[in-house]
């Protein structure tokens, strides 16, 4: 049993940076591949970023990467995504996932926090 809590929304303008986190409950963290993921309004849920059991490796969707970063740090059981050059089509609900394989697919993450809104003006 995972519990995931996001911070770090808000309003940015574009250009701006943003860094969310997300905190997990337990004592089990690195077990987990951690991911974020992103849903639009009207949009599917998609896919962000991805980070190994120790963070040795990470994935990016081609929309994020060399602006997003993904980091994680075991000993406090939290997984980060610092969001740099925000663009208006970042603007998105932001949820982080855990999943016991290094995969990009929403289904095979089995916890998810109840996401942040960030929210990028023009």
């Known amino acids: 049993q995972v519990q995931l809590v996001e911070s770090g929304g808000g309003l940015v303008q574009a250009g701006g940076s943003l860094r969310l986190s997300c905190a997990a409950s337990?004592?089990?963290?690195?077990?987990?591949?951690m991911g974020w993921f992103r849903q639009a309004p009207g949009k599917e849920r998609e896919f962000v970023a991805a980070i190994s059991w120790a963070g040795a490796r990470t994935y990016y969707a081609d929309s994020v990467k060399g602006r997003f970063t993904i980091s994680r740090d075991n000993a406090k059981n939290t997984v980060y995504l610092q969001m740099n050059s925000l663009k208006p089509e970042d603007t998105a609900v932001y949820y982080c996932?855990?999943?016991?394989?290094?995969?990009?697919?929403?289904?095979?993450?089995?916890?998810w926090g109840q996401g942040t809104q960030v929210t990028v003006s023009s």
């Open positions: 337990g004592r089990t963290f690195s077990r987990y591949v």
């Open positions: 996932a855990a999943s016991l394989e290094f995969v990009v697919v929403t289904t095979r993450y089995d916890y």
